[in-house]
C-alpha cells in the first residue's frame, strides 16, 4: 500500500494548488482518505478527508469554504483544490489512507491512518 503527494509549490496569497494523492497497491474506494499538514514548529493537523463508502467529506474551520477534496477512484487519485490560499496555510502536506469509514470530525484523526505519504511541500508567500 502506498500514496504519494504532488502538486505542491510556491503560490500567491489569493492564489491556488491543487495537490495529488495517487494510490498504489490497494483498491481506492474502499479506503478513507484525508490531507494533513504540518508547519514548522506546529503539530500536525488534518484539513479534509473523504470517506469510503458515500464520500462525506470534512473540513474544518480553518480551511471550510476554500478547501475541496474528491475522489477519482479509476485513476486511483484523490485531489485537494486549495482556493483563497493564505500565508498561513504554508505547511508540509500529508495524504493518509485508512481502510475504515469515518464520519465528521472524526474523519481527520491521524490514530485512524495507517498508510501515509512522504508529503508535498505548499509556501504560500509574495
Known amino acids: 500500500v502506498q500514496v504519494v503527494e504532488s502538486g505542491g509549490g510556491l503560490v500567491q496569497p489569493g492564489g491556488s494548488l491543487r495537490l495529488s494523492c495517487a494510490a498504489s497497491g490497494f483498491t481506492l474506494g474502499y479506503f478513507s482518505i484525508a490531507w494533513f499538514r504540518q508547519a514548522p514548529g506546529k503539530e500536525r493537523e488534518g484539513v479534509s478527508c473523504?470517506?469510503?463508502?458515500?464520500?462525506?467529506?470534512y473540513y474544518p474551520n480553518s480551511v471550510k469554504g476554500r478547501f475541496t477534496i474528491s475522489r477519482d477512484n479509476a485513476r486511483k487519485t484523490v485531489f485537494l483544490q486549495m482556493n483563497s490560499l493564505k500565508p498561513e496555510d504554508t505547511a508540509i502536506y500529508y495524504c493518509?489512507?485508512?481502510?475504515?469509514?469515518?464520519?465528521?470530525?472524526?474523519?481527520?484523526?491521524?490514530?485512524?491512518?495507517?498508510?501515509w505519504g512522504q508529503g508535498t511541500q505548499v509556501t504560500v508567500s509574495s
Open positions: 473523504i470517506s469510503s463508502g458515500d464520500d462525506s467529506t
Open positions: 493518509a489512507a485508512a481502510l475504515t469509514n469515518p464520519h465528521g470530525s472524526t474523519c481527520i484523526h491521524e490514530r485512524l491512518y495507517d498508510y
